[in-house]
């Protein structure tokens, strides 16, 4: 997986004009992979957000992705494949805040270029033959309660 990032200002989730730059990367990536997908995630550090029109660090980091998206978009990338997700300030990557402010751009994988999953995973995990339905699974077994014992009778003196 590749990746790449954006950096932003405390607070704020607008892109700045210093990152139009990247626009030509994306462009190569785009036409080298016209069919694939890409994660944009946005990040907040940990400051409490005060004044802000923002719920908490996590809606700031969503609405950071939400604007490289759009950003991405009118660099010409197809919408379809792009996925804006958020961490909020859950994925630090070093103790100097402004690092954790950030957009990462994962280019996903391929789901027929993956490897196939070995056979020691079990037969449960293997495709149904081309033609054949899936076997339903078994439903589960009903238990009845443990019955519950008698109460006791009051000891005589």
Do not use: C
Request: hydrophobic share 35%.
């Amino acid at each position: 997986m590749s990746a790449a990032k954006i950096a932003h200002r405390t607070r704020r989730h607008d892109v700045n004009r210093d990152y139009t730059h990247l626009q030509v990367p994306f462009t190569a990536l785009r036409e080298s992979f016209p069919d694939r997908r890409f994660l944009v995630v946005g990040h907040a550090d940990d400051l409490p957000l005060k004044n802000s029109p923002y719920k908490d660090n996590l809606e700031l980091s969503i609405t950071r992705a939400l604007n490289v998206t759009r950003f991405l978009e009118q660099a010409g990338m197809d919408p379809k494949n792009l996925l804006p997700a958020g961490a909020g300030e859950n994925d630090p990557v070093s103790k100097d805040r402004a690092k954790n402010r950030r957009i990462e751009i994962a280019l996903l994988p391929a789901i027929n270029e993956l490897p196939p999953l070995p056979a020691s995973l079990g037969s449960d995990t293997a495709k149904p033959e081309a033609g054949k339905a899936e076997a339903t699974p078994p439903a589960p077994a009903k238990t009845e309660p443990p019955k519950a014992a008698p109460p006791a009778e009051p000891k005589k003196p």
